[in-house]
């Protein structure tokens, strides 16, 4: 038998309905995985104990008969979701201490669906990241290294934590979330999958709020098919969630293997960026052919307000984020520094309880909303958000059914090396997926290939509003073709 | 409003007449169970704390969702405002920070109001009728409250009422005197007690009022306004204008400027004076609640609460004049409470309607004002009432013993119709027994008798002490006939 842990998550599901292992022996396995991981500072908490308790009950259900689509399956959650009686911090200083009495929607989910949680997964400060360096815990490290290197990399962010946890097999998969890229860029930078759905397929209740208008949850998992098995248990409509969508959830995994033939796939022209890595356009060549090889019709479009989606991008999200992040006061729950008066408390609970990219997306939001600015970037933003949505509406509506684009405009960076001096370095990560949140579409980034220094490197869809399906499909074919991408182990 | 001010209106000054200019945005608190975005209960004077849910405590990851009946609610205030009702609008985010406000943001509505403009009709005392446009009605959250008495160095915080639904209603300024202003508030919460949609309990502070108070000269531009902050009574808010009115025309006629602020209205001092300025001016930074869509109601959602709602003051009013033949101002004071309209009408249905009228207005709504008590408990029922009236119709008792039976229905309860007979208070027609009394009288008072034959107008003194021998109980109508026939008158 293989090692548990080198298991799919859709083998470990058919494995446990077979009783070939037993949930507490999958659940085991994990526990023991993390803690020899500990140098890649993925987990912020583990929860051995309550996982021991789940798998046993997942035991008793698979016995009985009573089993649910996820009975028995070890899950990470990122720490955005608040989990009951578990210490839920965002990574951040201001929340180091919160424990929830309420569990999230989506985690909820999975619980009923039988999942079993290992623990909670380090992210970006309020998902405020593209590098997980952000976190109040440390930066997490990327399980893949440059070829002959030892130099410690990012493993994307904000999901960095789950990212790297599901690359590691640490997990069978994780849940993450996604406001500018924070699903899609970790899974590129760790070979792994990703789905950030449409807007409103999963509950945003119960998960610690960035920017309303644009956070989604979705799967990191380490195959298409994973992915699409833990959206099934994830989406869902929620009426605690006015923004969340009431339609039915279809059964994403049996999309997978759907032929893809006389699909069309459009090639966005304004992604072809000035200086983009010559690795990079290969490997969208390489994605073209093997869809056309599958037997999708190809076709260049245009999505003329690309350019200016990550400038509006970075209007509207501060702006939601300085509203969002005002309730952290000190008042009544998480850091609190006594001064004097209240203004005093405020200003140094949340002077000590937030981070520098945290303050910086607070002042820069509070700045676009302020009087006399307003209308310049804020209103502005809205209607670039406005127009790149029509683009996209456009470009649907002449048949494309799926847009194809790289997940990002390189591999892995290592830590430390960039953003330092000027933030502006750092955004420039989400450059290809800021759009698709812009627009509330779906997104999925799937591992497509190696770059020179052995990293990983993934390609994008891009599908129609809830055609979540479509992008598995397609996903399936490529990952199909570019085959699975796995870490040598180091830790 | 483009008609000329009346002169009584104005105010004098020592340089001559001001006008006063008002316009009120009124805060009411919405009648439902439940908040506006959260399913906590509403109810007034639970223990600190006791009806806040995760979402009134801003918890993080906390989600609102709308409640349908402060939607509702909304509706039928617009409708009874005769406003126009915004198919779609769009719930802000106010943002600033404040112990009591948990979310560091309050939602509101900013730019796209659920009720744009309506009109409120006033019908003055003089006769005079003003209307008062409506600028707007929006749904918004109320704040929680701070303890400032329970611990030596802080401060407490109760969010039971966080996240409790107001809706502001903001008037134009189209008002021009401390009457008219506690007129529009009186008419206004009547108007929400009809509905339903707000109870109106200014002690409670389920109905408060922002006063916006500036003068001019007659027939120049608006003068530079200040706004007297939440005034819970519409006493205080006549006395607010009064007081502010007369603070801006004196120091404008002293040479000074009228400055834009916030002032507090004092009722022990009964004035008004500046707020404490804020450190920082606010900048709410007001932006759509990325977390709740757009409001869009269908039009059918319109139609069916504007077909069900209540027949309301100004409707009851007249119908009143109208089918009760009452006096305006009779009117005007029985349908200003819908509860007074409806005892009304029970008592007035199948007797004289003026009678009804009086013995309400007069008898029970002086008697419950002077016991501070509403007429939804008054010890005197409609039932009882209309059994008095119907006494006197009958010519069973007369109007003074009718007084008497009332003050014994009132204290002691029980069936006017019974106590008549156990009490022997039935009016004496009996003619041999008045012509008893009157004879006697007659006999006693031989100089009387002649200065009546001279004066008839003094028959009235025999009738007094023929009804006083009578103990009241003799029919008054049937002694002056008695007494005339007598006397040869």
Known sequence: MTELTALTLAEARDGLRKRAFSAAELTDAHIVAIERARALNAYVIETPDAARAMANAADARLKAGEAGPLEGVPLGIKDLFATKDVRTTAGSRILADFMPPYESTVTAQLWRDGAVMLGKLNNDEFAMGSSNETSCFGPVINPWRRTGSNKALVPGGSSGGSAAAVAASLCLGATATDTGGSIRQPAAFTGTVGIKPTYGRCSRWGIVAFASSLDQAGPIARTVRDAAILLRSMAGHDPKDSTSADRAVPDYEAALGKPVKGMTIGIPKEYRLDGLAPEIDKLWEQGVAWLKAAGANIVAVSLPHTKYALPAYYIVAPAEASSNLARYDGVRYGLRKPERDVIGMYEQTRAEGFGPEVRRRIMIGTYVLSAGYYDAYYLQAQKVRTLIKRDFEQCFAQGVDAILTPATPSDAFGIGEKGGADPIEMYLNDVFTVTVNMAGLPGIAVPAGLSSDGLPLGLQLIGRPFDEEALFALGAVIEQAAGRFTPARWW | ?489
């Open chain 2, 1 to 489: 409003m483009s008609k000329a001010a009346p002169n009584r209106k104005l105010l004098k000054g020592a340089t001559g007449d001001w006008e006063v200019v008002i316009g009120l945005e009124v805060h009411a608190q919405v009648n439902s169970e439940a908040k506006l975005f959260s399913g906590a209960s509403t109810a007034f004077g639970a223990e600190p704390n006791t009806q806040v849910s995760l979402v009134d405590a801003a918890m993080p990851g906390m989600l609102p969702v709308i409640n349908e009946e402060c939607i509702r609610q909304a509706v039928r205030t617009g409708l009874g405002l005769n406003a126009k009702i915004n198919l779609r609008s769009v719930f802000d985010r106010k943002n600033y920070f404040y112990p009591d406000l948990p979310q560091g943001y309050q939602i509101s509505q900013y730019k796209s109001p659920i009720v744009g403009e309506g009109e409120v009709r006033l019908d003055m005392p003089d006769g005079e009728t003003v209307t008062v446009g409506i600028e707007r009605v929006h749904l918004e959250q109320d704040a929680g409250k701070l303890l400032h008495d329970q611990h030596p160095t802080m401060s407490f915080v109760d969010l039971n009422r966080s996240g409790v639904a107001l809706m502001e209603i903001v008037s134009k300024p189209d008002l021009r005197s401390a009457d008219e202003a506690k007129a529009y508030v009186a008419k206004l919460r009547s108007i929400l007690r009809y509905l339903g949609t707000c109870d109106g309990d200014m002690e409670k502070g389920n109905l408060r009022a922002d006063v916006n108070v500036s003068v001019r000269r007659p027939g120049e531009p608006f003068g530079t306004r200040c706004e007297i902050k939440n005034v819970n009574s519409i006493r205080f808010i006549g006395q607010a204008v009064e007081h502010e009115a007369r603070r801006q025309i004196d120091l404008i006629e002293d040479g000074g400027k009228i400055v834009q602020e916030t002032r507090l209205f004092d009722p022990a001092k009964g004035e008004t004076r500046a707020m404490r300025s804020k450190e920082e001016a606010h900048d709410y930074r007001y932006f759509p609640d990325p977390d709740l869509l757009p409001l869009e109601m269908a039009p059918a959602l319109v139609a069916d609460l504007k077909a069900q709602l209540p027949e309301l003051p100004d409707q009851k009013k007249a119908r009143f004049m109208r089918d009760y033949g009452l006096a305006a101002y009779d009117a005007d004071v029985l349908t200003a409470e819908h509860a007074a309209a409806a005892y009304f009408e029970d008592v007035a249905r199948g007797r004289d309607p003026k009678a009804a009228a009086n013995w309400v207005i007069n008898e029970l709504a002086g008697r419950l004002n002077k016991e501070g008590k509403d007429i939804l408990v008054s010890p005197v029922s409609s039932a009882q009432l209309g059994a008095i009236l119907d006494l006197i119709a009958a010519g069973t008792i007369s109007g003074k013993i009718a007084k008497d039976l009332f003050e014994i229905v009132w204290s002691d309860g029980g069936d006017p119709h019974r106590i008549v007979e156990q009490r022997g208070m039935r009016q004496v027609t009996d003619l041999s027994a008045i012509e008893k009394v009157v004879d006697e009288i007659a006999a006693a008072n031989p100089d009387k008798v002649e200065q009546a034959r001279a004066n008839p107008k003094l028959i009235g003194w025999f009738v007094g002490q023929a009804m006083k021998a009578s103990g009241g109980k003799a029919n008054p109508q049937t002694v002056n006939d008695l007494l005339k026939r007598k006397l040869g008158v």
